[in-house]
């Protein structure tokens, strides 16, 4: 398959691959247990596109729990008390 093909007959392979795909799932829906099926994969795609978006979500709160420590780090160090000698009494 060479990349200069016409657009026109990849079109045509997309709508006929298309077609393909929705009489396929037409099929599986006729089968005993067809339609359960589909129900189940259907529930499953909308599962997995929640969990995608979850996951997105974590990179944000790492970068907030980095810049979170790095925070607490500097107000440690700011606090920490500085130990100075006990005073000796004068002999």
Not at 31 to 52: C, I, M, S, T, Y
């Amino acid at each position: 398959m060479t990349t200069t093909e016409n657009p026109k007959t990849e079109k045509d392979f997309v709508t006929r691959l298309a077609d393909a795909g929705e009489e396929a799932l037409q099929r599986i829906s006729d089968l005993p247990g067809g339609q359960k099926a589909l129900g189940a994969f259907n529930d499953l795609r909308n599962r997995v596109d929640e969990l995608a978006k979850k996951v997105r979500g974590i990179d944000a709160l790492e970068l907030r729990v980095a810049q979170l420590e790095k925070d607490l780090a500097t107000l440690k160090k700011a606090k920490a008390p500085t130990r100075t000698e006990p005073k000796k009494p004068a002999a």
